[in-house]
């Protein structure tokens, strides 16, 4: 039997869905910066202050629409890793960084919101860091599982980088040398500039058979990181 506490946090789930759902439809319509609450509410038939029950503030909301999209982001990448098992740490790479570009053609608007132009006025809490990491420690996880069984290709980096090197290689990916912890904050960056330029319509003119270029691409990171083709 449902119990009243029950079907309230299910009536409340459905509501938050309902909600969530409408700020979405407003971002592909509209944008982040024209996001409003009192616009979701109007849309929902709900009066502002009954939504501002769920979310208190046009950020809030917001601050909820960006960590699903990296939490979707995120499961689409580790669930491509976990389906490339038993393949090359670079094969791995590659399938990962496909799965990536697949959810951004997938999701345009909410890739936008999350690795577009900054929303005028807000600004993202320490909530959203964990899942934004996901992505990036997939591929962590692949270097470091590589450089344990038998090492990466490594590429000096200049002395005067030397102590970033360093820092980056102890806070943010610990077991990995300096060298390799450069190369992936490049490959990082690299990676999500090709889907943001192919999303955005950069490519125009330029690449045609985008699939295969990015496929290419991504074995080049994969070099770039010191990952090694069978």
Do not use: N
């Not at 029950?53 to 491509?80: H, M």
């Not at 990962?96 to 929303?119: D, F, K, N, Q, T």
Request: charged residues 20%.
């Amino acid at each position: 039997m449902t119990t009243p506490q029950g079907a309230r946090a299910r009536a409340r789930m459905e509501v938050t869905t309902a909600i969530k759902d409408e700020a979405r439809r407003q971002l592909a319509a509209e944008g982040a910066a024209k996001l409003s609450l009192r616009a979701v509410a109007r849309e929902l038939g709900m009066v502002s202050s009954a939504l501002y029950r769920y979310f208190p503030s046009r950020d809030d909301l917001l601050t909820a629409l960006i960590i699903d999209a990296y939490d979707s982001l995120g499961e689409a990448a580790e669930t491509a890793h976990a389906a490339a098992a038993g393949l090359a740490s670079a094969e791995r790479w590659v399938a990962v960084c496909e799965a990536v570009r697949r959810w951004a053609l997938a999701h345009p608007h909410e890739y936008a919101l999350i690795y577009g132009s900054p929303v005028p006025g807000y600004s993202a809490p320490d909530t959203t860091i964990p899942p934004a990491a996901r992505v990036a420690l997939v591929l962590i996880g692949i270097l470091r599982e590589a450089f344990e069984r038998r090492g990466l290709a490594r590429t000096p980096v200049p002395a005067g980088l030397a102590p970033e090197a360093r820092r980056m290689a102890d806070e943010l990916m610990p077991g990995l040398p300096p060298e390799v912890a450069v190369a992936m904050a490049a490959a990082w960056a690299q990676l999500f500039g090709l889907v943001g330029f192919e999303l955005f319509g950069q490519f125009k003119g330029v690449v045609e058979d985008r699939e295969r270029f990015f496929r290419h691409a991504a074995a080049q990171l994969a070099h770039g990181v010191g990952l090694v083709f069978p």
